[in-house]
């Protein structure tokens, strides 16, 4: 995709807050209709970057255009924001109605009575909110006070929206719950989304592109399965969850496939480094397998390492095993059937297995 | 025990007669307090936002300064309009010592920084980002502020109160500025202390639970308007 038809672009853009910089981005494009998850650790400017996309913060160097238009005059700032709307972490509702808060956007356009009315109702019903249109705001859970300020948000009918992690304060089903409808209603309504969120399976699950965050940089930005599956550095592996990160040497270059060393032990790689590079080994947990034999002679994969079970912890459908193969900690999930099935438990010796492929190579500076 | 009594009995007889005397102080009461509180909620509502709103140098100093204003002695207030409005002092030529409009004066300056006071406070509580999420709806800076105002509507109309409670109940400055004449600048609160001093004491209690009645309406309709905007 190229610049022009992004429609957002930001260049040089650095925001400092009381002398101290927050925010650093070289360049960041925006393209039309598509969905893109910032992720980060706190404290990372994720927030700040939404805010300074929404306008609201001002940055000391560097702009935003909007279709390859400086914003600049005080006209030009109100019709943009016009454009967009934005979610906070907390709903941040009027102290009125539920009706007059999802209108309240459209009455500062001035749009006509007839039209609030027509598309209050329907956002209200969008969000599944509209047997709530007279109660008042302050007598609202906090799943519902979300729903009427993404439905506040959604009734402008923007072109872009900004949601900062407006999930976050919600328990597990009630957040699930309104993912569902928030996913529903971005993809049917074809809008540009940038979206804030801690949460990696919301990011999978609704981004086009992720970029991850750091001390006020973009780390990396791509499609979900490159951030996830090629991590550029190790703190975007580490972020993203390749829970085993070992660091160690290539030894040796075999045809493409990579010897290295790690923690005195031999793992087969495939990935860009060169002889005697250093380099963090990722392997994604899901991608160890777990056996009660010595699977040498019956699997493709090249890495098998003999070990024991340290820590079992529980994760939803799947298990966390945390593994010592004499020196080398490795973490693998298996399945709630496979760990009844095989019998494992803390203290148990096992066999763990995984491709060179699944080894994901990242360079690191010596 | 008699004299409360017998002021009891003088004030029903006072009320149920509708001395024009008293009528005329009541009336003046409220017309001069109310316009004095309007006045200190135009300034102070506007100012106390711009304070609460805005970051410049010296604000902590600023509200330090408005809330010591909020304890303001009416009179020191009396004393400092006095003499800007004497005869050969900066305002001398206003012509407006010892007249109604001198009270309102006086009064305007003790009630503005009540209001303002609370006004500030009422609008730093409101959440940090609702100024945020109102822009990014859309709104002016016009708009905003508005719809800031009506979120902190409840505090503010707690200032509004305070504000003419303040100034109603004040003695000082208005029997200073305004010389407590009478049928012309004699308020309540200034007859009472006349015919206190006269040792009428039950005309004093007449006019001081007339007084209070007003205090207790005003801030009774005040207290109905934000029970029945509370959230139900």
């Known amino acids: ?366 | 025990m008699d004299l409360i009594l017998e002021g009891l009995i003088k004030a029903f007889h006072l009320f149920l007669t509708l001395d024009p005397e008293v009528l005329g102080i009541t009336w003046l009461s409220i017309k001069v307090s109310g316009l004095a509180t309007f006045i200190s909620v135009i300034i102070g509502v506007s100012s106390g936002m711009i304070v609460a709103l805005t970051r410049f140098p010296g604000k902590k100093f600023v509200v330090s300064v408005v809330n010591t204003g909020m304890g303001l002695p009416p009179v020191v207030v009396g004393l400092f309009v006095t003499v800007f409005l004497w005869r050969n002092g900066p305002l001398g030529f206003l012509n407006i010592l010892y007249t109604p409009t001198a009270i309102i004066f006086a009064q305007a300056i003790i009630a503005t920084p009540i209001v303002m006071g609370i006004s500030i406070a009422a609008l730093q509580n409101l959440p940090n980002k609702l100024r945020l999420q109102i822009l990014s709806l859309g709104a002016t800076r016009v708009q905003m502020v508005w719809i800031l105002i009506r979120e902190a509507r409840l505090p503010l109309m707690a200032a509004v109160m305070a504000g003419f409670g303040g100034v109603i109940s004040e003695v000082g400055a208005s029997i200073m500025v305004g010389g407590n004449i009478k049928g012309y600048s004699r308020v309540l609160t200034t007859a009472t202390v006349m015919e206190t001093g006269r040792g009428n004491f039950d005309v004093a209690f007449a006019i001081s639970i007339i007084l209070l009645l007003l205090v207790f309406l005003v801030n009774y309709i005040f207290t109905l308007i934000q029970q029945r905007e509370r959230p139900r």
């Open chain 1, 1 to 366: 995709m190229t610049n022009s038809d992004a429609i957002i672009s930001i260049k040089n853009l650095k925001v400092a807050l009381g002398g101290v910089s927050v925010l650093d981005i070289p360049s960041f494009l925006l393209h039309e209709k598509e969905i893109v998850s910032l992720i980060g650790p706190n404290g990372s400017g994720k927030s700040t970057l939404l805010l300074v996309l929404n306008c609201l913060l001002r940055p000391i160097s560097g702009a935003i255009a909007y279709r390859q238009e400086a914003i600049v005059t005080r006209e030009e700032l109100l019709r943009y924001r016009r454009r967009v709307s934005m979610v906070f972490q907390e709903p941040l509702l009027f102290d009125t109605t539920v009706y007059n808060n999802v209108a309240s956007g459209l009455k500062i356009r001035g749009v006509k009575r007839n039209e609030i009315r027509e598309r209050t109702m329907r956002y209200l019903k969008c969000f599944n909110i509209e047997q709530l249109a007279n109660r008042s705001a302050r007598k609202l859970s906090g799943g519902e006070s979300q729903r009427v300020s993404l439905a506040r948000a959604f009734a402008i009918e923007p072109e872009i929206i900004f949601l900062d992690e407006p999930f976050s304060a919600l328990d597990p089903p009630t957040r699930h719950a309104l993912t569902d409808d928030l996913e529903k209603i971005v993809r049917e309504s074809g809008i540009t989304a940038v979206m804030v969120t801690h949460d990696q399976s919301e990011a999978l699950r609704m981004s086009d592109r992720i970029a991850v965050m750091n001390s006020g940089k973009i780390v990396q930005t791509g499609n979900p399965s490159m951030v996830m599956n090629s991590p550029v550095n190790g703190f975007v592996a580490n972020f993203v969850g390749m829970e085993t990160i070992l660091e160690g040497r290539v030894l040796k270059d075999n045809q493409g496939v990579l010897l290295v060393s790690v923690a005195g032990k031999e793992i087969d790689a495939v990935g860009d480094a060169r002889v005697d590079d250093a380099v963090y080994c990722c392997i994604r947990p899901e991608n160890v397998t777990i056996d009660i034999f010595d699977p040498d002679d019956m699997t493709s994969a090249r890495n098998v390492f003999p070990g024991e079970i340290l820590d079992i912890d529980s994760l939803g459908p799947f298990l966390r095993l945390s593994l010592d193969c004499t020196g080398l900690p490795l973490v693998a999930y298996v399945t709630r059937e496979a760990f009844a099935t095989l019998h494992l438990a803390e203290g148990k010796n096992v066999f763990a297995s995984f491709k060179a492929t699944s080894v994901h190579l990242v360079r690191r500076k010596r």
